[in-house]
Structure formats: structure tokens, C-alpha cells
């Protein structure tokens, strides 16, 4: 675990640092699909991600889903630390977008390193920094473009994420992230296909444009 930590982490964090992660941290392993954290969980841990990329969603009062933003290997999820030090229930769902390992880091550690280790807080305060950026930009994305654009967009994300521009995805769960319907997303999927931006399969989607 320790060659995974200095991979990804050594260029941020200290070597002590990385010896208490090591030593304390709780290796998870999950697969495409699991539910990492669900709406309403209280949060005790917060995880460091080592490997893969997951999906946050928010879910509305009748259980319709959007995406907010993918958390990707080094990255952690700000909104779990607000959860843990604010003891707080969860106000999103995280999923595992591909297969993924990482490191659940206990809450109490989280706090006291802050003042411990100035490369935590440097860590912390720029994960809060990059998910503002990300909340700002799917706001953005909702209120000023129009679907088909929404709908590139993201499609190229996932794309990123997964690092292949072949997706395996039903338009079905491109509408749920989408919070729209089936039929709207099948009618500009093949709009895009026309415009040459994409290659629609049976069961995929070959991102063309990136």
C-alpha cells in the first residue's frame, strides 16, 4: 500500500505523513456501480483515492439524480470532511464510476493533522478549491448550456475518467445523470452522431471529439 501512497500522494505530503496514512488508513477496494456513500450516511472516514474515479450525485425529493463532478486518483471528496467535522448526515451519493481502491482516513485524524502537517492543509484547502470549481461549473453547465451541448460535455468527462473514449452506456443512465428523459437524450445522441462528434454502437458510445 505504502508504493501505492508515494505514487500518488509523495509529491504532496511528507514522508511522516505518509508512514501515519499508511499505518492508519483502511484499504477498500470497490467495483464499477458499488454505492461507496450513500444519501443520509453518517460520515466517519474520509477517503484518499488511489486508483479509478467515482461519480458524485446529488438526488432531488423524488429520487431523480444529476451528476455534480468525478473524483479521480490523488483526489478526495471535500463534502466528506464538512460531514465528519460538522457531524452531519451525507447530502450526496458517491459511486464508483470504474473499478477503484482507495484509503478511508479516520475523522479524528483528519482535524489533528490540520494543525500537524501544513501539506494536509494545503491538500485540504485545494480539494475544497477544485469541488467549489467543479459545483460552479455543473451550475454553470445546467443554467447557461443547452442539452446536446450538456450532453458532449458529458460524455467527454466520463471519457476523461475513464481513460477510454469508447463508453459503455445506455441512454437510459446518460438521461438519470442527466435528469432529463430517454427520448430527449436518443434525439440529440443522434444529432451528435450527425455533427460527426460521436459513433453510437448498440451498446456504447465512441466519443469522436475530444
Not at 499508511?22 to 467495483?31: L, N
Not at 472516514?45 to 473524483?71: C, F, Q, T
Request: with cysteine; net charge negative; hydrophobic share 40%.
Amino acid at each position: 500500500m505504502y508504493t501505492e501512497l508515494s505514487h500518488n500522494f509523495a509529491y504532496l505530503f511528507e514522508d511522516a505523513l505518509l508512514k501515519e496514512i499508511e499505518t492508519i488508513g483502511v484499504f477498500k477496494q470497490f467495483k464499477a456501480e458499488d454505492t461507496i456513500i450513500e444519501l443520509g450516511d453518517f460520515i466517519k472516514s474520509m477517503p484518499l483515492l488511489l486508483s479509478g474515479a467515482i461519480k458524485i450525485l446529488r438526488e432531488d425529493e423524488n429520487g431523480e439524480e444529476l451528476v455534480l463532478y468525478y473524483l479521480e486518483k490523488g483526489d478526495t471528496c471535500a463534502m466528506t470532511l464538512s460531514c465528519c467535522m460538522g457531524q452531519t448526515k451525507s447530502k450526496i451519493r458517491a459511486v464508483a464510476e470504474t473499478d477503484v481502491s482507495l484509503i478511508l482516513l479516520p475523522k479524528e485524524k483528519m482535524t489533528e493533522w490540520l494543525s500537524s502537517y501544513k501539506s494536509w492543509q494545503a491538500f485540504i484547502l485545494e480539494s475544497y478549491h477544485n469541488r467549489v470549481e467543479e459545483l460552479l461549473e455543473a451550475v454553470d453547465t445546467i443554467a447557461f448550456l443547452k442539452m446536446e451541448d450538456r450532453i458532449f460535455k458529458y460524455l467527454k468527462d466520463k471519457a476523461m475518467v475513464n481513460g477510454n473514449d469508447e463508453l459503455a452506456t445506455t441512454h437510459k443512465q446518460i438521461a438519470e445523470d442527466l435528469h432529463t428523459s430517454r427520448v430527449v437524450i436518443s434525439r440529440l445522441l443522434k444529432k451528435l452522431e450527425n455533427e460527426q462528434k460521436i459513433q453510437l454502437f448498440r451498446n456504447s458510445i465512441k466519443v469522436l471529439a475530444l
